[in-house]
């Protein structure tokens, strides 16, 4: 077949795909730039001005307005994951990421879950957790403390309550307290107050804040002792996201492996990162690689959400891994499932005030903070997935490099386009190196 008809074949296919709203876009990835962009316009309706958010996300002067001492804008690539289906709609995954390889992993272990069926999730409810930090109390006002604050829970959740106009008309604002007294810690005793707080469709930290500090007065009233910190916590394991996949055996065959080898070495990986923390932290940080991309290119704070997979990966008291991989016994099919804490927004902060991140959202089409997430935990397991597909058959280097070698041509001065060229050489000759990228652009390529 010539390159023409092979090329008329792939838009017909992209031309169909689109008709049909499917993310399983065959030849995305050997589109231009100005091509890929107008298909992801056309799919998430965008504007023209929209659409231009790609090429200026951030302009300076609204820069300048979301933070201190700015001196310029940093940039990071924006690519498209494709191939999703996450309980039963098809999408399209905004990534912003510098590191090679991620947006095609993320793809193609969707692409494998696809013909499973695509993902399936689970979402809490959108509930954060602030904490008041009691001190000055000794160990006998401990319980009589703990009683008065149990007495007066419904009076301190209607202070919290009240501190917003917003959330209780949508359903959220306060919701339960906790109370947790230490009797020893390297500090002497104290008393922790948890306020269990329904976000909706914000992350919520300022919300939190704001009602933590509001019913701290009440709480240093109740129980004599002195409030110290008054502050959410990103352990936010009352909001957890659970996504679930099932990986026809056919799917994972790879460098001469059958399917179900393939299968069984997955899980004997996995198994490594449930028992040490030294692969776990590794295995999770894979995870994190599909997950901190969307994340960020949803204006969402993904400091926040690292902070919280990895202390819900310790909750035992070992860190372990935050997936599990098995294998269906009747079918020989692959199942994989991810659970993690994911403290996300559709609503406020720069998700809103930056306009590539709503344009994200737009091609998202996330409807609230729950689908959000539920669309974060899927990407999370897809990239675990291919990660762990690659380590247990040829080895993560062998496509990684591949495309690190564009990487380093550019790094050593070559064009766009000379860079494809001069990788593709140094991946024919087996020396993907910054010596020689800088020897071929020396020679021109």
């Given at each position: 077949m010539n390159s023409h008809s092979s090329s008329d074949q792939n838009t017909t296919a992209l031309e169909a795909a689109l008709a049909a709203r499917s993310s399983r876009l065959p030849g995305f990835y050997r589109l231009s730039v100005a091509q890929r962009r107008a298909i992801v316009a056309s799919w998430a309706g965008l504007s023209a001005a929209e659409a231009n958010h790609f090429d200026c996300g951030l302009p300076l002067e609204r820069a300048d307005a979301m933070i201190e001492n700015v001196v310029g804008c940093f940039s990071l690539p924006v690519g498209i994951a494709t191939n999703f289906t996450v309980d039963g709609r098809d999408l399209l995954v905004p990534m912003a990421v510098e590191e090679p390889s991620v947006v095609a992993a993320a793809s193609h272990g969707a692409l494998m879950v696809r013909a499973g069926g695509g993902f399936v999730t689970a979402v809490d409810e959108p509930v954060m957790i602030g904490q008041i930090q009691v001190m000055?109390?000794?160990?006998?006002?401990?319980?009589?403390?703990?009683?008065?604050?149990r007495a007066l829970e419904a009076d301190i959740l209607a202070v919290a309550h009240a501190q917003s106009a917003s959330l209780p008309r949508l359903g959220g604002g306060a919701r339960a307290l906790e109370i947790r007294p230490f009797p020893e810690t390297p500090a002497g005793p104290m008393l922790v107050v948890h306020l269990l707080y329904d976000t909706r469709d914000a992350m919520g930290a300022n919300a939190v804040n704001t009602a933590c500090e509001a019913i701290a007065p009440v709480i240093e009233a109740a129980t004599g002792g002195q409030v110290l910190m008054r502050i959410l916590s990103n352990l936010a394991d009352r909001r957890l996201a659970r996504a679930s996949c099932r990986v026809p055996v056919a799917q994972?065959?790879?460098?001469?492996?059958?399917g179900a080898e393939?299968?069984?070495?997955?899980?004997?990986?996995?198994?490594?990162a449930v028992v040490d923390p030294y692969r776990a932290a590794t295995h999770n940080k894979g995870i994190l690689n599909g997950i901190d991309p969307v994340v960020i290119a949803t204006g969402n704070d993904w400091r926040s959400v690292e902070a919280g997979a990895h202390a819900y990966a310790a909750r035992s008291g070992q860190y372990r891994s935050l997936?599990?991989?098995s294998v269906d016994e009747t079918s020989g099919d692959l199942l994989g499932s991810l659970e993690l804490p994911l403290a996300l927004g559709t609503v406020g902060g720069s998700s809103r005030s930056h306009a590539l991140a709503a344009t994200c959202l737009k091609v998202l089409g996330a409807n609230g903070?729950?689908?959000?997430?539920?669309?974060?935990a899927s990407v999370g397991l897809a990239q675990n997935l291919s990660a762990l597909r690659a380590l247990v058959s040829e080895g993560i280097?062998?496509?990684?490099?591949?495309?690190h070698a564009r990487q380093l041509a550019l790094a050593a001065g070559a064009s766009a386009e000379a860079a494809h060229r001069i990788a593709e050489q140094m991946v024919r000759e087996g020396s993907v190196r910054s010596a020689r990228a800088a020897e071929l652009v020396a020679i021109g390529g």
């Open positions: 000055g109390l000794n160990a006998e006002q401990m319980a009589p403390a703990c009683a008065r604050l994972l065959s790879k460098g001469g492996l059958e393939v299968a069984r070495r997955i899980v004997a990986a996995n198994a490594l997936t599990d991989w903070s729950q689908e959000l997430a539920a669309t974060v280097q062998s496509g990684h490099m591949a495309l």
